[in-house]
C-alpha cells in the first residue's frame, strides 16, 4: 500500500468509508479523445494510471481496507486503444487488496456503505458517480428500512488530501526537482537557440520535444510564448506570431514528471541584448523577485508575502516614472494593478496550482504561515500595455515576469529552478556564445 494511502486512512474518522473516482476520457472532437490525464487526487492516493476507476477505502474491513474498481481486460478494446490493468493488475502492479470490473461498482454500493457513520466523497466531480450516490441515499431515505445503515455524514476528502499535498515528501520533492531540471534545460536552450525571424511557434515546439526526451509526459500547462507586446497579456497562448529583432520574448512553460509540475517563467531579449529600457525595467521585476524568494521561508505567511511583493513593485513603478505619489497612498488604492495584477505566486504539486489552503480562517483573515515541505512559485512581473500613453514611451509594450520553484526548508528557501540564469548579463553572454546564427 502507499505511504499516501496509509496516511490518508490514518486520518480518517472512525467507521468511515471513502470513495475517490479516477478521471475520464474527454472528448476532444467527435471521435477523438484529448490524451489522458489522471485525476490527482486518485493519482496521489493510488498511482493506478487508468480512467474511469474508483477507489473505495474502508478501514473497518481489516482483509481488504483498499479494493479498485477497474475497467476489466478486454481483447478488442485493448487492440484498438491500448493495453488494461485488469483486476488481476490492479492487485499485483498497484497494491489494491481486491479489485473488481468497474460495472459491478453500482450494484456493491449499497454493501460498501451500509454500517458506516460516514462517506468521504466530493460531489460534482463525477457527474454518473454522483447520481450513483444520491440515488442509493434517497432510496434508503424513502424506504426507510430498519435494517440499513447508510452514512449520515459526507466529508468532502479534500480536506484531508488538500493538506497532505501540502507537505511534500522526501520522494516527491526529488520528482519535483527531476521536473524542475527537465523545464529549466528547456528554458536553457530556448535562450541559445531563439533569434529573429523564428516565430513563439518554433520556439514552443523546441521547448517541448526538449521536455519529452528527457522523460516528462509532457507540458505541465500550456506554455506561454510571447514576444513583444504578446508578453503584457498574461495567459497568451495562440503563440503564433514572429519573434522580431529588438524585442522581449516572455516564456511561461514548465513540464510535468510522474504526475509532477514544473513552472519557470523567463523574459529575454530576442537577439541577445537587452536595451537600456528593458534592462531597466527587467532590474525592477528581477530585484522584487530575488527578494520574494528569499521572503519564502518559515514563518512569513501567503498574504504578507503578496504585500511584501505589491510594495516592492510599486516603489519600483515609482522609479520608473510609471506610477506617481506616495507609496502608502498608491498602494491603498491599488494604483499597481495597472502593471501588476495578479499574485506573486502559489502552490505547487501534482497540479500547477495545487491543493491547499491558503487561510487558516473562512474569513480569510489569518494567513497561512509558510512551513517545510511547501513549495511555492515566486513570480513577480510588470506589464506596460502598448498602448498605455500615460506610461513613459521607452517603456510601452514591454511585459517582464520571473518566475522559479522554491521549496520550503528548515534552512531557508531552496530554489528549485535556479539551473537557468535570470541574470541579465549572464542571459546576454549565453545567448552571445550560442550558435544562433
Not at 63 to 85: C, I, N
Request: a neutral charge.
Amino acid at each position: 500500500m502507499r505511504d499516501q494511502l496509509k496516511r490518508f486512512i490514518d486520518q480518517m474518522e472512525d467507521n468511515s468509508i471513502a470513495i475517490i473516482p479516477a478521471a475520464h476520457e474527454k472528448t476532444r472532437s467527435y471521435d477523438t479523445e484529448y490524451k489522458f490525464r489522471q485525476d490527482s487526487d486518485f493519482w496521489y492516493l493510488t498511482g493506478f494510471p487508468e480512467p474511469d476507476a474508483i477507489a473505495v477505502i474502508d478501514p473497518k474491513n481489516k482483509r481488504a481496507p483498499y479494493t479498485l474498481y477497474v475497467r476489466p481486460r478486454d481483447p478488442l478494446m485493448e487492440t484498438w486503444y491500448g493495453r488494461r490493468q485488469g483486476t488481476e493488475g490492479a492487485q499485483k502492479n498497484h497494491g489494491a487488496d481486491k479489485a473488481f470490473p468497474s460495472d459491478k461498482f453500482e450494484k456493491d454500493l449499497p454493501k460498501l456503505l451500509d454500517g458506516h457513520d460516514k462517506l468521504y466523497y466530493r460531489f460534482s466531480v463525477d457527474a454518473d458517480l454522483d447520481r450513483q450516490v444520491l440515488a442509493y441515499l434517497s432510496g434508503q431515505r424513502v424506504r426507510r428500512l430498519k435494517t440499513a445503515y447508510p452514512p449520515h455524514t459526507i466529508i468532502d476528502p479534500t480536506i484531508i488530501l488538500g493538506e497532505m499535498r501540502l507537505h511534500k515528501s522526501e520522494q516527491e520533492v526529488e520528482m519535483m526537482q527531476t521536473a524542475a531540471t527537465i523545464a529549466a534545460d528547456a528554458h536553457i536552450l530556448a535562450m541559445k537557440k531563439v533569434k529573429p525571424g523564428m516565430t513563439e511557434g518554433q520556439v514552443e515546439a523546441l521547448m517541448e520535444a526538449f521536455m519529452k526526451d528527457k522523460g516528462a509526459s509532457g507540458v505541465a500547462y500550456n506554455s506561454i510564448v510571447g514576444g513583444g507586446d504578446n508578453a503584457t497579456i498574461l495567459h497568451y497562448v495562440e503563440n503564433n506570431a514572429e519573434l522580431k529583432d529588438g524585442d522581449l520574448l516572455l516564456i511561461d512553460a514548465g513540464a510535468e514528471y510522474q504526475g509532477y509540475a514544473s513552472d519557470i517563467t523567463r523574459t529575454f531579449p530576442v537577439n541577445g541584448k537587452f536595451t537600456p529600457a528593458q534592462r531597466e525595467v527587467y532590474d525592477v521585476v528581477l530585484d522584487v523577485q530575488g527578494k520574494c524568494v528569499e521572503y519564502t521561508s518559515v514563518g512569513n505567511t501567503v498574504k504578507a508575502r503578496q504585500e511584501y511583493s505589491i510594495e516592492l513593485l510599486t516603489e519600483g513603478m515609482q522609479k520608473l516614472g510609471l506610477l506617481k505619489g506616495k507609496t502608502a497612498d498608491l498602494i491603498k488604492k491599488k494604483a499597481y494593478l495597472k502593471y501588476y495584477m495578479h499574485g506573486v505566486g502559489h502552490y505547487l504539486g501534482l497540479d500547477v496550482h495545487d491543493a491547499g489552503r491558503y487561510f487558516t480562517d473562512q474569513e480569510a483573515k489569518n494567513s497561512r504561515p509558510f512551513a517545510p515541505g511547501m513549495v511555492l512559485t515566486v513570480e513577480p512581473g510588470i506589464y506596460v500595455p502598448a498602448d498605455d500613453k500615460s506610461a513613459p514611451a521607452k517603456y510601452r509594450g514591454i511585459g517582464i515576469r520571473i518566475e522559479d520553484d522554491v521549496l520550503v526548508t528548515e534552512n531557508g528557501p531552496r530554489n528549485l529552478t535556479a539551473k537557468v540564469t535570470k541574470a541579465p548579463d549572464e542571459i546576454e553572454s549565453l545567448m552571445q556564445r550560442s550558435s544562433r546564427k
